[in-house]
C-alpha cells in the first residue's frame, strides 16, 4: 500500500510541471485533428471503395 501512495505522490509532482495547452491552442489543435481525422476517413472510403469495384470487375 505504501508504494502505491509513492506513486500516486509521484504521478501528482509530474502532473504539476506539464504545461498544460491554452484554450485557443487547444481549439485550434482539436480543429486540426478533426480535419485530418475527415480528410483520411475520406481516402480510405475513396481506395476501398475503388479496390472494391477493381475486385468486382476482375470477378465477373
Given at each position: 500500500?505504501?508504494?502505491l501512495?509513492?506513486?500516486?505522490?509521484?504521478?501528482?509532482?509530474?502532473l504539476?510541471?506539464?504545461?498544460?495547452?491554452?484554450?485557443?491552442?487547444?481549439?485550434?489543435?482539436?480543429?486540426?485533428?478533426?480535419?485530418?481525422?475527415?480528410?483520411?476517413?475520406?481516402?480510405?472510403?475513396?481506395?476501398?471503395?475503388?479496390?472494391?469495384?477493381l475486385?468486382?470487375?476482375?470477378?465477373?
Open positions: 500500500m505504501k508504494k501512495q509513492e506513486y500516486l505522490k509521484e504521478v501528482i509532482q509530474e504539476r510541471k506539464v504545461s498544460w495547452p491554452g484554450k485557443e491552442e487547444l481549439k485550434g489543435s482539436t480543429t486540426v485533428v478533426i480535419f485530418f481525422s475527415v480528410v483520411m476517413a475520406v481516402f480510405v472510403w475513396g481506395v476501398d471503395f475503388l479496390l472494391s469495384e475486385f468486382k470487375m476482375v470477378i465477373r
